[in-house]
């Protein structure tokens, strides 16, 4: 039995997923869209889209603020939720990037052992497998 591929989505790959943006890179595309991968989309996606929404900084994601839940089910992406574990590992890590989405997002592609779906090469500098 083959080891099963995990991708974790960060926040822009996401969007651009669902906006079916060219933006989004070609490798990233394919991969999400294999039926053999397990697709996560992390809580902290959730929180930062819904929040830039909200605050008018991101108003060209709408549809899919408005309706989060239903597009990542439709998808058949599965819902990554924030544990103890992946907050203690970000807070902890000995690196200088500040942004709280990025380092939640690099702890837990670390701890799930998933591959990191990111055009941010900023991520390739602390042990994450990154996929773009």
Do not use: C
Not at 29 to 57: F, H, P, T
Request: glycine share 4%.
């Amino acid at each position: 039995m083959g080891r099963i591929v995990k991708l974790l989505l960060d926040t822009h790959a996401l969007a651009w997923w669902f906006e079916d943006s060219a933006k989004l890179g070609e490798q990233a595309r394919k991969a999400i869209a294999l039926s053999d991968v397990v697709v996560l989309v992390s809580v902290v996606s959730a929180y930062e889209m819904l929040s830039k929404y909200r605050l008018g900084q991101w108003p060209e994601i709408a549809p899919l603020a408005e309706h989060f839940a239903n597009y990542v089910s439709d998808e058949g992406f599965d819902i990554l939720p924030l544990s103890l574990q992946h907050a203690e590992l970000a807070a902890s890590m000995p690196i200088s990037h500040r942004d709280p989405f990025d380092r939640l997002l690099i702890a837990q592609a670390q701890i799930e052992q998933a591959l990191l779906v990111s055009n941010e090469t900023l991520f390739d500098q602390f042990a994450v497998r990154r996929l773009w």
